[in-house]
């Protein structure tokens, strides 16, 4: 299984970004998926979560902003990011705790 992010990019702020996150060879299982962000010189950090059962969990700081769903028709994950901050400017990764695999990150970069 391999993890693909895309999606990234630079956007002024106020704007919106869509990540993607294609899980190739997972065979659809349905799994806990997540994704994090690492700004520079600062550690990761959990940004949302979206569970087998379709609940969903948010950091705090994107509470109202990003939405995290699966697309079981694609096989993606996705994190729509709604009125972004120059907070919010840094890699963004997809993560799948079950097997402990990271994609490759994405920039994020919000412009002030």
């Known amino acids: 299984v391999q993890l693909q992010a895309s999606g990234g990019g630079l956007v002024q702020a106020g704007g919106s970004l869509r990540l993607s996150c294609a899980a190739a060879g997972n065979r659809r299982n349905i799994v806990q998926m997540r994704w994090y962000r690492q700004a520079p010189g600062k550690e990761r950090e959990l940004v949302a979560s979206?569970?087998?059962?379709?609940?969903?969990n948010y950091a705090d700081s994107v509470k109202g902003r990003f939405t995290i769903s699966r697309d079981n028709i694609k096989n993606t994950i996705e994190l729509q990011m709604d009125n972004l901050e120059p907070e919010d400017t840094a890699v963004y990764y997809c993560?799948?705790?079950?097997?402990?695999?990271w994609g490759r990150g994405t920039l994020v970069t919000v412009s002030s």
């Open positions: 993560h799948m705790p079950s097997l402990g695999l």
């Open positions: 979206i569970f087998p059962s379709g609940g969903t």
